[in-house]
């Protein structure tokens, strides 16, 4: 098992920043990538960004260049950075963790964090 909790959510004008913290904890050595998802209402949960174990990345074609994906000090924790916010950017943000167990790939969720955008 794998719990996340995430942080750093809020409101923020268009144009700002906001930092997103997601802290795991559990079987963080099974852990093969972390990532961010986020869902806007009325809409499917989507890829943000993804970071592996090996520090590859992968971000949405949406946020490139505007948000950045980062390994905290700690294995378990990771952060995503997001500049140049646009209302379109307004949604639930769900931190996600990748695990494989006895050969068995399984994901692991956070509650959610809500970024709301105003123009």
């Known amino acids: 098992q794998v719990q996340l909790v995430e942080s750093g959510g809020g409101l923020v004008q268009a144009g700002g920043s906001l930092r997103l913290s997601c802290a795991g904890s559990?079987?963080?050595?099974?852990?093969?990538?972390m990532g961010w998802y986020r869902q806007a209402p009325g809409k499917r949960r989507e890829l943000v960004a993804a970071?592996?174990?090996?520090?590859?990345?992968k971000y949405a074609d949406s946020v490139k260049g505007r948000f950045t994906i980062s390994r905290g000090n700690a294995k378990n924790t990771v952060y995503l950075q997001m500049n140049s916010l646009k209302p379109e950017d307004t949604a639930v943000y769900y931190c996600?963790?990748?695990?494989?167990?006895?050969?068995?790939?399984?994901?692991?969720w956070g509650k959610g964090t809500l970024v709301t955008v105003s123009s």
């Open positions: 970071l592996t174990r090996t520090d590859s990345t």
């Open positions: 559990g079987m963080i050595d099974s852990i093969n990538a």
């Open positions: 996600n963790a990748k695990v494989t167990v006895v050969a068995v790939d399984m994901d692991y």
